[in-house]
Every structure is written in C-alpha cells, then in structure tokens.
C-alpha cells in the first residue's frame, strides 16, 4: 500500500505566487486532514475534512483553501503565498471519527517562500 | 480548547540508560486520547504508543512505558535501553471523543541519546 503521499516533497515559491499541495490516500479513509509544522515547533491544523464534500476549519486556516471532491484527494491550495508560510506541511487520514483510530501521515511537503 | 504542553525543550541521556518526557495537558473531556510521536530527522511522523483516557493501566510498547496521571492532566513518556535510534524529536499529541485525525499537539522534545 501506498498510504499517503504528498506531492511535491520540496518546493520553493516567490511571494505572491499560488500552488497546490496534493495529498491522496488509498486506504479509502473518510477522515483527511493537513497540518503544518514551523520550525522548532509542533504540528498545527490548517484544515480537516470528515468526507467527500465535507471540510472545515482548524487553528491556523487564513491563507489556505482545501477541497474534496473524492474521498481519496485532498489537497491544500496556497492562494498567494507569504514568507509567514514557509513550513513543512502534513497530511494525515484515518478511517472513521473513532479518536483512537490508528491516523496515517504523508511524507512531508517542505515549502519555502522567498 | 486543548493545550499540550512539553515543559523540556532538549533532553539527553546516555545509551542504555532511561529517560522520561514529561507532557501536560489541558481539556474538559472526560474521554479522549493521548499519543507519543517520534520525528527522527526525516520529518516522518511516527506513532510510538497510544493511551486511552478511560483505561487506567498505563501502556507499554517494548521499551517505551507511559505514566498517565488523570487527575493530574500529565502523561510523560519513558524510554528504557535508550538507543542511538532514538534520537529524534518526541511529541505529545491530545485528540478528544470523535474528532477523527485533529490532533493538537505540543512543541515537542528534542532527545539525543549519546554513545
């Protein structure tokens, strides 16, 4: 199984330009999330989804929009980036709402805006 | 909301001793999840061991033993037989009753194991 991937792994952009993160699952989870991780710090949640169609806010939102159209894709658009955005970006999905579930996260997606 | 709190930014211990990570927390739930993760310098996330709020017997995995103290609110981490592979950044991660993957974290530890 492929798990989680997220494309690109490492990718640098100029302030004001837009891109799109991608994350996918083939593990055919409803749950589906993306955080970010800021150097010497712990991960934070920019958006969730619980299902197809379904998204919402977490902690730190402004500056990204997310969609999901199918239940394996989710991914993260930058609308026009920031240095403030520099960061590694997670992707995580788990299979139901079930808090203990066991939650898979991609590879990383490291992110550097000059 | 939740907090996570990890009171000792760096740790280091000598190869085959014990050490603990300590991590506070903050919530009005009664049943939740607590989670230890390593992140070795890869930046892959890796799950270590998982309390249920609701269980009292703290959880063990191999070397690796938690001290989850309710009524305290703390849930701190041993690592027995520290091994040079266990160098890496530990964080402690909270989730409540039905909230799926949105996990808050806390700022993390950084543990060196030296030779």
């Known amino acids: 199984n492929a798990g989680v991937t997220q494309t690109p792994k490492f990718q640098v952009l100029k302030t004001g330009q837009s891109m799109t993160l991608q994350c996918a699952q083939d593990?055919?989870?409803?749950?589906m999330s993306w955080y970010r991780q800021d150097p010497g710090m712990g991960l934070r949640l920019i958006h969730y989804?619980?299902?197809?169609?379904?998204?919402d806010q977490g902690e730190v939102p402004n500056g990204y929009n997310v969609s999901r159209s199918t239940t394996e894709d989710f991914p993260l658009r930058l609308l026009s980036a920031a240095p403030s955005q520099t960061s590694v970006y997670f992707c995580a999905s788990s299979s139901t709402g079930r808090s203990g579930n066991t939650i898979y996260f991609g590879e990383g997606s490291w992110l550097t805006v000059v | 909301a939740q907090t996570v709190t990890q009171s000792q930014p760096e740790m280091s211990v000598q190869e085959a001793e014990t050490v603990t990570l300590s991590c506070t927390y903050d919530t009005s739930e009664n049943n939740y999840y607590l989670f230890w993760y390593k992140q070795p310098p890869s930046r892959q996330m890796i799950l270590v061991i998982r309390q249920e709020a609701y269980k009292q017997q703290n959880a063990t995995e191999n070397r690796f033993s938690v001290n989850f103290q309710k009524a305290a609110k703390s849930f701190s981490l041993k690592i027995s037989d520290s091994q040079l592979g266990d160098t890496a950044m530990y964080f402690c991660?909270?989730?409540?009753?039905?909230?799926?993957?949105?996990?808050?974290f806390g700022g993390g530890t950084r543990l060196m194991v030296k030779p």
């Open positions: 991660a909270f989730i409540p009753p039905r909230a799926g993957n949105m996990l808050t």
């Open positions: 593990m055919n989870h409803e749950y």
């Open positions: 989804s619980v299902g197809a169609g379904i998204t």
